[in-house]
């Protein structure tokens, strides 16, 4: 199993940064994926951005521009650096890595850490 810990939520005005940090307790596929998802208050969660152990990233469009997201592979980390926060990003944001484990599927979420941008 893989923990995923993540740290950097908080509240902070609109227009301000925030940086989120998600670190793996260890490797678990020379192949996989890491990104972050947001659940805003009464919504689905959705993707916000991910990268892969390459460093290919892919980014919803409401975020492009304003968030940047990257890894260390070497640490198991990702990272999610967000500037010019909106109040509509105000979600609990959850770490995701994925990947391929011996021909299995795994799948690890953190705990999620709340965003709040006050207007």
């Known amino acids: 199993q893989v923990q995923l810990v993540e740290s950097g939520g908080g509240l902070v005005q609109a227009g301000g940064s925030l940086r989120l940090s998600c670190a793996a307790s260890?490797?678990?596929?020379?192949?996989?994926?890491m990104g972050w998802y947001r659940q805003p208050p009464g919504q689905q969660r959705e993707l916000v951005a991910s990268?892969?152990?390459?460093?290919?990233?892919n980014y919803a469009d409401s975020v492009k521009g304003r968030f940047t997201i990257s890894r260390d592979n070497a640490k198991n980390t990702v990272y999610l650096q967000m500037n010019s926060l909106k109040p509509e990003d105000t979600a609990v944001y959850y770490c995701?890595?994925?990947?391929?484990?011996?021909?299995?599927?795994?799948?690890?979420w953190g705990q999620g850490t709340q965003v709040t941008v006050s207007s």
């Open positions: 260890r490797s678990f596929s020379s192949d996989n994926v």
């Open positions: 995701n890595a994925h990947g391929t484990v011996v021909a299995a599927y795994v799948d690890y």
């Open positions: 990268i892969t152990s390459g460093g290919t990233t």
